[in-house]
């Protein structure tokens, strides 16, 4: 009861690390990058108390849809919908934001226990592979980042190559940007889903 009428959404704890790092405040203007199926963008909302501009992002038709399902049952009618590829940047040229946050697509292995058949899609190709798009939309969006803004990228999956090496490696290469903050949840310690999250800031 309550469900379809928006009162609640159920999701891991994990899942609110990467909004908390990227901290939304009301009247700021966010972007939700790779937003689909809402669960993070529905939070975001929450943080910026329905004030300022927020706008989600996605690739495919099918997941847009199911964007659009869960922004109109949590009731957060002030976000925008946009379709687009995260690897290419933001659609419109030039426009930026005070906070983004990048939820990458993963090897997933931080969920095995909710997507038991990504551990027969683990292997060295597909993370060189996953690796080379991760980096790409991170570059990609941190142009969408005002100065003095913050950038979250964030993944559900436990490998290192695609969480502290990329990162690090990301941060050491780009002058304007340097990482804050990053966190870990390794499901055997803290009892949730597997998650990496890290913050990034850009100078002003």
């Not at 099918?62 to 869960?70: F, Q």
């Not at 976000?79 to 030039?94: E, H, L, R, V």
């Not at 790409?136 to 090496?165: D, F, H, W």
Request: glycine share 8%.
């Amino acid at each position: 009861p309550g469900f379809e009428e928006g009162w609640f959404t159920v999701q891991d704890p994990a899942t609110s690390v990467s909004v908390e790092l990227l901290d939304p405040q009301p009247g700021e203007s966010v972007l939700d990058a790779c937003a689909a199926p809402g669960g993070k963008t529905a939070m975001i909302a929450g943080f910026m108390e329905g004030e300022g501009e927020l706008v989600a992002m996605d690739v495919h038709d099918d997941r847009v849809d199911t964007l659009a399902d869960t922004l109109k049952r949590t009731g957060w009618d002030f976000a925008k919908i946009i379709k687009g590829d995260a690897t290419k940047g933001f659609p419109t040229s030039g426009k930026t934001f005070d906070a983004v946050l990048v939820d990458a697509p993963c090897l997933n292995t931080g969920v095995l226990r909710r997507r038991v058949d990504a551990r027969w899609r683990v292997t060295r190709d597909r993370i060189e592979t996953l690796k080379k798009t991760q980096w790409q939309i991170l570059t990609a969006m941190s142009k969408a980042v005002k100065p003095g803004g913050r950038l979250v990228y964030s993944t559900c999956s436990l490998e290192q190559e695609e969480n502290e090496e990329l990162v690090n490696r990301w941060a050491r290469e780009q002058s304007e940007f340097r990482l804050v903050k990053a966190k870990r949840l390794f499901p055997p310690k803290s009892g949730t889903d597997g998650a990496y999250a890290a913050l990034l800031c850009k100078a002003k």
